[in-house]
């Protein structure tokens, strides 16, 4: 005669394995790497919220006494604007640099032509030219435009800049669209565009998602066509910080917390779009 167990038996508890040494060599590691990248955030925050005549060499690591928020609205006040001129930049020359970047890349991996590896080659070729290297040119080749000290000569430089890289990355990424669907969307009568707005656009996402966060923070954190390519009113965020920090008497309070205000946008990207980022780069790297 068999007997059960009562129906209202507390399910037995699976032992806990213990960790083994290269796990916790890992934690280890890990823990003290995340230590190395927030010390630098930990003096920023503390250098930001002290008065300046609490800053000083000997209380560089003390963590204010009475927590000073004035630093952030002062900060402001000089940079407020800056940071709009970068907010339009990032936004416009990512959004524009990721639909060419698309469009480039659907139809050089799914419309082939004559000399599209050829084309293909030149482009990925501009990433590797610095910007030192054809700053002149780009001056003057913006100043014949009529757009030298506006910010729509900065959005059109980093959009040039920007296509190599994009190009590469929905290249990579249409590579794995099956052909079929191409190919029913054209029996269908469809045209490029057609196809590209109907079919390709609406799975590109993951890609626009790796487009925009790679985009986005390298707009925003150049510097030298920022410092070459403006004027007063059109000078992005990272420029004007430079600016923060210039002189003979620093108050080392207004860069620090002007450096944090410039960095919440990168981070808000990060936090919305980082989770998908991973999942973009890996949706064109293995053939489903």
Known sequence: MTTTAPANAAPTATPRRPLKPGRILMYALLILAALFFLV?????????????????????????????????????????GNVLNSLFLAVTATLLSALLG??????LSKWKF????????????????????????LFQFIKS???????????????VYGIPITTLIFRNFYADVPDA????????????WQIY????????????????????????NEFLFAATLTNTTSQPVTYALSQL????????????????????PTLLVYILLGRYFVRGLLAGSVKG
């Open 245 to 264: 920090a210039g002189g003979q008497a620093v108050s080392w309070n207004l860069p620090m917390a002007g450096a944090i205000l410039a960095a919440l």
């Open 114 to 137: 004559r000399g599209a590896n050829t084309m293909f080659a030149l482009m990925l070729f501009g990433m590797f030219i610095p910007y030192q290297a054809i700053l002149i040119p």
């Open 181 to 192: 669907l191409i190919e029913a969307a054209t029996i269908d009568g469809a045209g490029f």
């Open 145 to 159: 435009l009529g757009l030298y000290g506006s910010i729509w000569g900065l959005v059109l430089a980093h959009v």
């Open 197 to 220: 707005g109907r079919v390709i656009f609406p799975i590109s996402i993951p890609g626009f998602v790796v487009v925009i966060i790679w985009q986005f923070t390298q707009v925003w």
């Open 40 to 80: 630098p955030v930990y003096l920023l925050l503390a250098t930001a919220l002290k008065s300046p005549d609490a800053i000083n060499l000997a209380t560089t690591w003390h963590w204010p006494a009475a927590l000073n928020w004035a630093s952030f609205s002062d900060a402001w006040a000089k940079i407020g």
């Open 102 to 107: 698309s469009l480039n890349g659907y139809a």
